[in-house]
């Protein structure tokens, strides 16, 4: 029993530590969890230079989408550019993350 809730909480503490952008797996997904992620609308994929992630609705996970295979999504203006227009810009973490919901993790059982 001790050890089931000692594995559910390193669960959780690791989930949550994943959030930021220490996090080596983090896309750069913003939560939609705020009116400015709303009002930006898309933000850039940190691994995929085509990629881009699009909130339309607060609260509901953003969308992950493609530049056409020409183009790369340029952050500054915000839109897909021809990839001989695409700069290099450092990486900046949305407002929000997604949020991790514990009933979504996995249940180990020990026999």
């Not at 797996?25 to 990629?51: D, I, K, M, S």
């Not at 953003?62 to 999504?73: D, W």
Request: glycine residues 6%; contains cysteine.
């Amino acid at each position: 029993m001790h050890s089931q809730i000692a594995v559910a909480l390193v669960l959780i503490a690791f989930a949550v530590l994943c959030q930021g952008q220490g996090n080596p797996l983090f896309t750069g997904q913003p939560g939609c969890l705020t009116q400015e992620e709303l009002t930006v609308g898309v933000y850039r994929h940190f691994r995929n230079t085509r990629a881009y992630w699009r909130c339309q609705v607060l609260g509901v996970a953003a969308i992950f989408e493609l530049c056409p295979q020409t183009h790369k999504f340029l952050d500054t203006v915000k839109e897909c550019v021809p990839w001989n227009q695409w700069v290099w810009t450092p990486t900046v973490a949305p407002p929000s993350s997604p949020v991790v919901v514990v009933s979504q993790l996995p249940v180990f059982n020990q026999q």
